[in-house]
């Protein structure tokens, strides 16, 4: 079994800054692309960014230049600086990994963190 445990939501004003945290433990050999996506009430799930277990990263056009996703491989941990936080941030962030367990691959969801950012 692999279990993704995000941490650090909370609540922020515009402008302010927050560090999600996402713990991968369990049954993992290897964890290949790993991604932060996020939900707001009434939207779809959305790509915020991901990263490859080489550093190669990816962002969506809403957040470039304001957030940073990062990966410790040795703790099996992603992380998401987000800096000047916008009340359309606001949404369920959700931590996502590619793992390898034994000999096969499998997609791997956490349980979601909140973040709201009020005006």
């Known amino acids: 079994q692999v279990q993704l445990v995000e941490s650090g939501g909370g609540a922020v004003q515009a402008g302010g800054s927050l560090r999600l945290s996402c713990a991968a433990s369990?049954?993992?050999?290897?964890?290949?692309?790993m991604g932060w996506y996020r939900q707001a009430p009434g939207k779809q799930r959305e790509l915020v960014a991901s990263?490859?277990?080489?550093?190669?990263?990816n962002y969506a056009g809403s957040v470039k230049g304001r957030f940073a996703i990062s990966r410790d491989n040795a703790k099996n941990t992603l992380y998401l600086q987000m800096n000047s936080l916008q009340p359309e941030d606001t949404a369920v962030y959700y931590c996502?990994?590619?793992?390898?367990?034994?000999?096969?691959?499998?997609?791997?969801w956490g349980q979601g963190t909140q973040v709201t950012v009020s005006s």
């Open positions: 369990g049954n993992i050999f290897s964890i290949n692309i």
């Open positions: 990263i490859t277990s080489g550093g190669s990263t």
């Open positions: 996502n990994a590619a793992v390898l367990s034994g000999s096969y691959w499998s997609n791997h």
